[in-house]
């Protein structure tokens, strides 16, 4: 069945110090995999999304993703959190024979000033 | 123009009646999508329309649930007899173009329903 997983459900950061936010997924297709940003009362923005070609892809906010495929893995990365980036982050999953985004569990960060 | 509005922000309704929930996607966008966000189940997808056909309504949860586009814009997600368990944020998204593109899809800020 196809899923998302994000393992993480809730992370604390300092303001300044590096993230990354896990996601796996398990899908028969090729995948196209995105990276979507919720904050308090808003809807969802997209950061970043991959199809193919370069498997690091370059985001909005400084955000940056890998998509490794031996590992089934598109983890999120930024070298310096900003106060500005507490929100929820949802991974999601869809492919070229498909319409609809599946979404991972969401992540909630936390950051402390 | 403008992002995906939805309307109304916050709806309140008794467990029985029947709502609808409004969807204005962005101008020129074919495809419009509807998920539902809730705390039990995250974000499910329910419908996809292409122009005014739903291409794939396999999300709906049952029979009580239907949306239409009549005229290929703006979608009505109609939910009938509510019960409690339909409570949730009910979010509508739109992109360009035909089924399985690369085209973003762009949320709007979602209908917050709650049955009482």
């Known amino acids: 069945a196809q899923s998302v997983t994000q393992p993480d459900i809730h992370i604390t950061v300092s303001e300044g110090a590096s993230l990354e936010l896990r996601c796996n997924y398990s899908y028969g297709a090729t995948p196209y995999l995105f990276w979507y940003v919720q904050s308090p009362g808003q809807g969802l923005q997209l950061l970043l999304k991959y199809f193919s070609g370069d498997t690091l892809v370059q985001g909005i906010k400084g955000f940056e993703a890998e998509f490794k495929r031996s590992q089934s893995s598109f983890n999120l990365r930024k070298p310096s959190v900003h106060w500005s980036d507490a929100a929820e982050y949802f991974c999601?999953?869809?492919?070229?024979?498909?319409?609809?985004?599946?979404f991972g569990t969401g992540t909630r960060l936390q950051v402390f000033p | 123009g403008a992002g995906v509005s939805q309307s109304p922000s916050n709806k309140v309704t008794e467990k029985g009646k029947d709502v609808e929930l409004r969807c204005d996607p962005i101008?020129?966008?074919?495809?419009l999508y509807w998920y539902r966000q809730s705390l039990g189940q995250g974000l499910e997808f329910l419908i996809y329309?292409?122009?005014?056909?739903?291409?794939?309504d396999s999300g709906l949860p049952n029979d009580r649930f239907f949306a239409v586009r009549p005229e290929g814009s703006v979608s009505t997600l109609k939910i009938q007899r509510t019960e409690r368990g339909d409570s949730a944020v009910y979010l509508c998204?739109?992109?360009?173009?035909?089924?399985?593109?690369?085209?973003?899809?762009?949320f709007g800020p979602g209908t917050r329903l709650t049955v009482l």
């Open positions: 101008s020129g966008h074919t495809a």
């Open positions: 999601a999953v869809s492919s070229y024979n498909t319409d609809k985004l599946i």
């Open positions: 998204a739109s992109s360009l173009s035909r089924r399985g593109s690369t085209d973003t899809q762009y």
């Open positions: 329309f292409q122009g005014t056909g739903a291409a794939d």
